[in-house]
């Protein structure tokens, strides 16, 4: 499986971005896709989840500035990421998941940097 992410860059504070994460397959095989990312000096942390089409999972620090969508036909997920501000910094990775014999498996994109400043 492989998962490329783009999408990311320079933007100044209160704009927007939009990332995408193309999948190598289907992303009907996966049983769940995600968003993390991961700040200078940080932990890598869970942005936003996608399970089906219809659910769609934030950590309050972000639900109201990010959304996340599929499009099935296209393998892709998308992030929108609206009124930037300089602690969205950090590199966006994508991540799919499927049932394994011994629990999930995860496949992460290579990451796609997004670098916020005025």
């Avoid at 000096?41 to 620090?61: H, M, W």
């Avoid at 998308?78 to 966006?92: G, S, W």
């Amino acid at each position: 499986v492989q998962l490329q992410a783009s999408g990311g860059g320079s933007a100044q504070p209160g704009r927007s971005l939009r990332l995408s994460c193309a999948a190598s397959e289907t992303i009907f095989s996966f049983t769940r896709m995600a968003w993390y990312r991961q700040a200078p000096g940080k932990q890598r942390e869970l942005v936003a989840d996608i399970p089906d089409i219809s659910t769609t999972n934030y950590p309050s620090s972000v639900k109201d500035r990010f959304t996340v969508s599929r499009d099935n036909a296209k393998n892709t997920i998308y992030l929108q990421i609206n009124n930037l501000k300089p602690e969205d910094t950090a590199v966006y990775y994508c991540k799919a998941e499927r049932r394994g014999f011994s629990g999930p498996v995860g496949y992460w994109g290579q990451g796609t940097l997004v670098t916020v400043s005025s």
